[in-house]
């Protein structure tokens, strides 16, 4: 018997009914460790040394593959056949042997690119060791990522404060959003104009276009104005024209190749609608295996790959189906072979395509997600092997018999359809084609205007980033993986650096202030070239070519030293310089000429950028006499008026149910279907316009584990209450800046977090400070509050304190629950029966109680505050109250109140 470690229990269940009874197929749940969310995790120190935390969940899942082995004759490692999946089963292994489970154990290690019974048989039949290569390439983005994210966020926060972190490919493609802004803002204008005419040549009218005019070929802002632009579309009228040429061309459109990770994402992004993480998550799914008769089946090949090849037996299914759907004509003369054009491929694998291209869509019946992308993926495979589509492109030249005008017009029409009856390729931002049939016309003939007009035209900037086009260009570029780009652009948009408006990219200012400060401090470590010569050589250590370490200890000397550099600044030269950056964009020039620096509230100060606890602002030179302070950008309004009406954002891939934003009585908000239907309010600053499925499964699997404290091994939650974000840990709680900082805060800053509030959080006399107000005691009146204790959080109300049953969210406790819980604590003997109000409210004559004396009536009390005076004047020694035979009063003011 074997045991087979894959890492999604999906693949597990596929797999295990492949192989059979001699097999325990075993899923790791992903990575089973990581490195500690703390300083230290990697020791430039020491040669680099990596130390590994296996996180709790894991450690149950790697005992259970233990306990396995006890029986087993060997360990057959079959995770994803990438980088990442050798990384896994490299963790696995190293785990398995620290543990002592392996002992004398065969240990082997399969891949295969797709979930099917043949190509599971196969990768048995052939096992392999453990690529130690590809886990040195593993090894050294991890550590670069790490030693990136630990020098360069501290810094980041304490120079620019209100600043997440800097992560190393996200940080560059931040700046691509940004670059592409700063284009769009430097953009001007220009107009031109363009002359079309009707015309007929003894046939059907065509529409041309003025290309010459006064002999001078036409550029395109020849026609620059009004005035210029008609006297040209009163010549085109008075002028008599003749066809001087007819020129045909045939042409041959190919198609494109099938789809490789990023050409998936940005197809699934033109033509579905779909974000890159949800076009990955749906991909993930057809791969693991699918349902289909009792049989689980893995529809595609796998989802992470660079290369656009096929394997032989799917090139001739293909072509097999081609010929059965739409007839020989459509099948070429040989298959079509694909090679990679990516700047720096490297994987092995397949394009993503069906396992089986007999599984028609059609026939198949998949619903939502995974439907509309399977079918995308097996049209594209089609077409990749169909016949060219053959094209005439016409061009008809008329001019005027002096020669002086001319005009054009072009057409294109497709002879025979060829792949484009199946598919054709989505584009962005792209012209349309002219595809009007022309009608068949002499040269020589005599041809009529009959009709002319001029049209103003206005020259548009570069448009935003879609996420297909900055994907496209990411992977021109060299920058990321075809695994990273998902997690990009979805870290971009969860630490509001960016935001999404009509499926575009729109910085925002804080992604502004920070690329802004990395080009201003860290320029070579945002420089595209550099970020994908980095992606080269991590290829080269892949490739056995380069030793992993090396490549660390080149990079760390230069970046670590130009951290050190910048730790030296004081922040005011830090905003010198972002200012200088940023003026344009802060501070936009005015219409009226005027200086836009100039403070409108004193009219004297100078505004620039500052920065206080809560992030960047626009303040005044002339502070603390103007206290004039702004937005970076002037807010235009959220713009969510409109959005009341519920509206589906998409399908949780884990329990295909729809998830919903809704509004309701407390505001806006998500909810999965079901049952018992699961709902999250929107924090303070989530626009309902801006939500989408990946922002709603993230409110909904709050709160979230962050780690176990170093001190206690205690668990550390992040989530959202009443009051806001926080952490919580051993019943206290402590305020997070953001909501959007509970989806990524690491251990290290939960704990520091933490320790912030425990240490400061007390008042002068050791008193915890209060989670809540509840409000008075409705008996006695005296104030009840929920504290953060050593041992959890309890309530007070005098000298009682009952303690938060556990479970119990302590900021959700009411007023009467606290009523009850003391009530409860005083009947156990710990505390005071609160004394009702009524008792405060009696005349000033108190009860004798005990051996107290009776109070003195006003005669006695003057005497025995003269008394009183007389000996502090005597200074002989400090008298007290119990000294002069004075008692409490009720209602009345002590005696013993007048002190020195």
Known sequence: MNVVVVESPAKAKTINKYLGPGFTVLASYGHVRDLPSKDGSVKPDEDFAMFWEVDAKSTKRISDIADALKGADGIILATDPDREGEAISWHVLEILQKKKAIKDKAVSRVTFNAITKTAVLDAMANPRQIDMELVDAYLARRALDYLVGFTLSPVLWRKLPGSRSAGRVQSVALRLVVDREIEIEKFRTQEYWSVDAEVTAGGDPFTARLVKHENKKLTKFDLGDEATAHKARDAVSAAAFSVHSVEKKPARRSPPPPFTTSTLQQEASRKLGFNAQRTMQAAQKLYEGIDIGGETVGLITYMRTDGVQAAPEALTEARDVIAGLYGKDYVPESARIYKTKAKNAQEAHEAIRPTSLNRNPGKLRLDGDLGRLYELIWKRMIASQMEAARIERTTIELESGDGQTGLRATGQVIQFPGYLAVYEEGRDDAEDEDGA????????????VLNVKADQHFTEPPPRYSEASLVKKM????IGRPSTYASILTVLRDRAYVKMEKNRFIPEDKGRLVTAFLEQF??????????????????????????????????????????????ELRVSQVLDALNESLGPHIFPQKEDGSDPRLCTTCGTGRLSLKTGKYGAFIGCSNYPECRFTRPIAQSEGDGDAAETADRELGVNPKTMQAVWLK??????????????????????????????????LRLLELPRDVGAHPEDGKMIQAGIGRYGPYVLHEGTYANLESADEVFDVG????????????????????????????GNHPEDGAPIKILSGRFGPYIKHGSTNANVPRGKDPL?????????????????????????????????????????????????????????????????????????????????????????
């Open 663 to 696: 509004n309701g009585r407390f505001g806006p908000y998500v909810e999965e279907a079901g049952e018992k239907p699961k709902r999250a309010s929107l924090p303070k600053g989530w626009l309902p316009a801006a939500m989408d499925i990946d922002k709603a």
């Open 475 to 478: 992977e021109e570029l060299g």
């Open 437 to 448: 049939r022309l009608p068949p016309v002499n040269e020589g003939a005599a041809a009529r």
């Open 747 to 774: 251990l290290n800053r939960a704990v520091a977090v933490l320790a912030e509030k425990r240490a400061g959080g007390r008042g002068a006399r050791g008193q915890a400070a209060a989670l809540k107000e509840l």
């Open 522 to 567: 860290f320029a070579r470590y945002v420089e595209y070239d550099f970020t994908a010569g980095l992606e080269e050589k991590l290829d080269l250590v892949s490739d056995g070519k380069l030793n992993w370490k090396a490549l660390l200890r080149e990079f760390w000397t230069d970046f670590h030293a130009a951290a050190d550099d910048i730790g």
């Open 812 to 900: 959700e406790v009411t007023l009467e629950e606290a009523v009850g819980l003391i009530a409860e604590r005083v009947a156990k003997g710990g505390g005071k029966k609160p004394v009702k109000k009524a008792a405060a409210k009696k005349p000033a004559a108190a009860k004798k109680t005990g051996d107290k004396p009776p109070a003195k009536n006003p005669a006695e009390k003057r005497i025995a505050s003269k008394e009183v005076v007389a000996k502090k004047k005597a200074a002989v020694k400090k008298p007290t109250a119990a000294s002069l035979g004075v008692t409490k009063v009720v209602g009345k003011k002590k005696p013993a109140a007048k002190k020195d």
